[in-house]
C-alpha cells in the first residue's frame, strides 16, 4: 500500500470532528428545543510557535474561554473559545429558546459552560470512539484568556489541532474557535489510529 497522505489523515480527522460537532449540535438542540446548526470550516495542524500566532492573531486575548484536560492514550487540553460579541450572541440565541429573556449573569456563565462541555466532549468522544482511543476526561474550567492552554502548550512537547467552528442558531450567528492540544505521544497515537482505520478502509 502506498504511503497514507496527509490529505487522506485530515480527510478522516475531519469526519471524526464533524461527527462529534453534529452529536452536540443534537444536544444543544435537545438542550433548548431550537435547532442549532454547529459545523467546522477549518480544520489545521499547527506547531507549538503557530499555535502562540493563532492565539495572539485568530483568538482574542480577551476571549470566553472553556478548558477540559484530558488524559488516556491521548493526553492533553483542549478548549472552546469565543470573543465576548460570540459569546453573547450564542448565549442570548440558547437562553430565548428556553424562553428566558433576561438571563442573569451566571445563567449566562452556566450556558457557555455547559455549550463549552458538550461541544469538546462531542469531539474528543467521536475522535476517541471512531479510532479506538480511550480518553478520561479531567473537571471542566473557565477563564478570559487562553493562559491556560498555553501553560500545558509550552509545558511540554505538544501539537496542536486547530478547529474553526461556526454556530448557527434562529437569527444567531457565533463563532468560536476549538484548540487541541496533544502531548506528542499523544499525537502519535492519533496519527497511527488515522493510519490503521484509512489502511482498513482500503482492505
Do not use: W
Not at 473557565?142 to 491556560?148: D, N, Y
Not at 442558531?169 to 499525537?187: C, H, N, P, S, T
Request: net charge negative.
Amino acid at each position: 500500500m502506498p504511503a497514507i497522505s496527509l490529505e487522506s489523515r485530515m480527510d478522516l480527522l475531519g469526519e471524526c470532528i464533524n461527527i462529534g460537532l453534529g452529536r452536540a449540535a443534537e444536544a444543544l438542540n435537545r438542550m433548548c428545543a431550537s435547532h442549532v446548526v454547529l459545523f467546522a470550516p477549518e480544520i489545521r495542524v499547527m506547531s507549538r510557535p503557530s499555535l502562540t500566532a493563532a492565539a495572539s492573531d485568530r483568538c482574542p486575548a480577551v476571549c470566553e474561554g472553556v478548558f477540559l484536560p484530558f488524559s488516556g492514550a491521548m493526553r492533553g487540553m483542549t478548549a472552546l473559545a469565543f470573543s465576548h460579541g460570540d459569546a453573547a450572541a450564542l448565549v442570548t440565541g440558547l437562553t430565548e429558546a428556553m424562553g428566558i429573556l433576561e438571563a442573569s449573569e451566571q445563567m449566562r456563565v452556566d450556558t457557555l459552560r455547559e455549550v463549552g462541555n458538550v461541544v469538546l466532549v462531542g469531539v474528543l468522544g467521536a475522535m476517541g470512539t471512531m479510532l479506538g482511543l480511550h480518553v478520561d476526561y479531567q473537571p471542566l474550567s473557565t477563564g478570559k484568556s487562553l493562559a491556560p492552554l498555553l501553560g500545558v502548550a509550552e509545558a511540554c512537547s505538544t501539537v496542536t489541532l486547530y478547529v474553526r467552528a461556526h454556530f448557527s442558531l434562529a437569527r444567531y450567528l457565533a463563532k468560536g474557535d476549538i484548540l487541541v492540544v496533544l502531548a506528542q505521544e499523544g499525537f502519535s497515537a492519533l496519527t497511527e489510529a488515522l493510519d490503521a482505520k484509512i489502511k482498513e478502509a482500503a482492505g
